[in-house]
């Protein structure tokens, strides 16, 4: 956690941001759901509660924190409360161990009469050098959530949506982890930070004698594997067109049908939890990260420079630019989700097992042997 006083608590306060981060914003994403299905539906959404129906969000908190708890009378009171904690921890473990930010480096200073630092704080709650690993793993445990949601419920319906929503997720996580497999072998390291890293430099080629100076970003040195990524992030999240879970004609609302209130709300957080970190993954493996295409971090340093800023105020300011970046990225993908939802109909069972077996398992096995194969060529030279 830290050597001092200081660099503990300023870790204890990033790791609570971090969180919080991820658990407001979900509000946020919902309004967005809410005018972002409005708009592609020609409505007008919410928009009595507050401007824009901004407010609206307000309403809905109050409206989980006050509705009675309910338990089903043949429910296992044990499981129907350990499935939407188990279902909001892992998405809120995972989305802390992606770095959002450059590292802040903090010069020694002095405060309160006493010598404190240098630190180098990381822009993530926890730093693993086997992150992806760690997040895969982490973001597995989710599928239990549902299984106990729909056990625990003692509703046929909540149990036919947690085992279609326990197959879907096995069957799309082997897509899922796969299609990132050929950037691994790329990169040749499961850190994330690392892998950014990679993906700022620059590769120069000639095409039609011009010259061409682009970073090594994921979606152009893996166009494949990006995209059996974002297609098995749907499934995994259980969002249309991958949603046979939640099929409310057929299912109520599948696995939390007996669910009302905070728990409710739980579940809510998790899934966007889950999405959040699809996101975060998709763009640390694939767009470059925190990193800026046309900017580097000596010329921010530099721009900040050129204001008269101090060191460490200019390393603070650098990361909050490199942060805001990495976000611009993450809620352009989540809005491609709301997008999707809106404009797709939904595969039925079926096709949706054929397409995650028989079309994208096979793809993404592919993308690795050829991967594999170019990667030992390069590196033979």
């Known amino acids: 956690m830290g050597s001092d006083v200081f660099e503990i608590t300023v870790n204890l306060v990033k790791m609570l941001f971090i969180f919080l981060l991820m658990v407001q914003l979900v509000p946020v994403l919902v309004w967005v759901e809410?005018?972002?299905s409005a708009f592609i539906q020609s409505r007008f959404g919410p928009n009595r509660v507050g401007p824009l129906g901004l407010t609206q969000l307000l309403a809905d908190a109050v409206k989980f924190l006050m509705k009675e708890e309910f338990v089903p009378a043949q429910g296992k009171k044990l499981l129907f409360y350990l499935a939407p904690a188990?279902?909001?921890v892992p998405g809120a473990v995972a989305f802390g161990s992606i770095p959002l930010s450059c590292p802040v480096h903090i010069q020694r200073f002095l405060m309160l009469q006493h010598w404190w630092g240098p630190y180098d704080f990381e822009f993530q709650s926890f730093h693993f050098g086997v992150g992806i690993v760690f997040v895969l793993g982490i973001s597995s445990l989710g599928a239990y959530a549902l299984l106990l949601a729909g056990w625990g419920s003692a509703n046929k319906f909540s149990l036919m949506g947690a085992l279609r929503a326990s197959a879907q997720m096995i069957s799309y996580e082997l897509a899922l982890g796969l299609s990132l497999v050929g950037a691994?072998?790329?990169y040749g390291t499961f850190d994330f930070t690392e892998m950014i890293a990679q993906q700022a430099q620059v590769f120069n080629f000639e095409l039609l004698g011009h010259a061409f100076h682009l970073r090594k970003y994921g979606i152009l040195m893996q166009p494949i594997g990006a995209i059996l990524y974002f297609s098995s992030i749907f499934a995994e999240t259980n969002r249309l067109p991958f949603d046979l879970p939640e099929a409310e004609g057929e299912l109520v609302v599948g696995y939390h049908t007996e669910y009302g209130g905070l728990k409710m709300l739980m579940f809510y957080i998790g899934e966007y939890g889950h999405m959040m970190v699809?996101?975060?993954l998709f763009v640390t493996f694939y767009l470059g990260g925190y990193t800026i295409p046309l900017l580097t971090t000596t010329q921010i340093n530099n721009l900040?420079?050129?204001?008269?800023?101090?060191?460490?105020?200019?390393?603070?300011l650098t990361a909050l630019v490199f942060h805001v970046a990495f976000f611009a990225k993450v809620l352009f993908l989540l809005w491609v989700f709301v997008w999707v939802r809106w404009t797709l109909?939904?595969?039925r069972y079926d096709q949706l097992m054929d397409l995650g077996w028989k079309t994208m398992l096979p793809w993404s096995l592919a993308n690795v042997i050829v991967t594999a194969v170019v990667v030992a060529y390069v590196r033979s030279k």
């Open 34 to 36: 809410r005018r972002g």
């Open 86 to 88: 188990i279902a909001l």
């Open 184 to 186: 691994i072998l790329i």
């Open 278 to 280: 699809g996101s975060a």
């Open 304 to 316: 900040f420079l050129s204001m008269g800023a101090g060191p460490n105020v200019i390393s603070i």
């Open 345 to 347: 109909p939904r595969f």
